[in-house]
Nanobody, 126 residues
Framework: QLHLVESGGGLVQPGGSLRLSCEVS????????IGWLRQAPGKDREGVSS????????KYADSVKGRFTVSRDYGANTVYLQMNRLKPDDTAIYYC???????????????????WGQGTQVTVSS
């Protein structure tokens, strides 16, 4: 049974930083790419970033390039999303997700992911 749990969300002022964590269990993290996606109120879910199983391949949405960094810790079975210079437009529920099969290299489309965490709320406001 695949299980993903996000943490690290909260309320932050514009320009501030947060680090989200996605702890995975039930499968070898080293075999799966992991994606971060978000959904703001009234909007469709959108891809933010993804990282390959090796950790060498990363992708970012244009809206977060240069501000967000994705990384992974195999020993801790955890993937991180470091978010800097946050803007009010970054306010959303953030989800981590995994594709159905090991070895797949998904992009930033939510349809490419089959396993999801419960989400963590990020609110950027003064």
């Amino acid at each position: 049974q695949l299980h993903l749990v996000e943490s690290g969300g909260g309320l932050v002022q514009p320009g501030g930083s947060l680090r989200l964590s996605c702890e995975v269990s039930g499968f070898g993290l080293e075999n799966y790419a992991i994606g971060w996606l978000r959904q703001a109120p009234g909007k469709d879910r959108e891809g933010v970033s993804s990282i390959s199983s090796s950790g060498y391949g990363t992708k970012y949405a244009d809206s977060v390039k240069g501000r967000f960094t994705v990384s992974r810790d195999y020993g801790a079975n955890t993937v991180y999303l470091q978010m800097n210079r946050l803007k009010p437009d970054d306010t959303a529920i953030y989800y981590c997700a995994a594709p159905k099969y090991a070895g797949l290299v998904p992009g930033l489309q939510s349809s490419e992911y089959d396993y999801w965490g419960q989400g963590t709320q990020v609110t950027v406001s003064s």
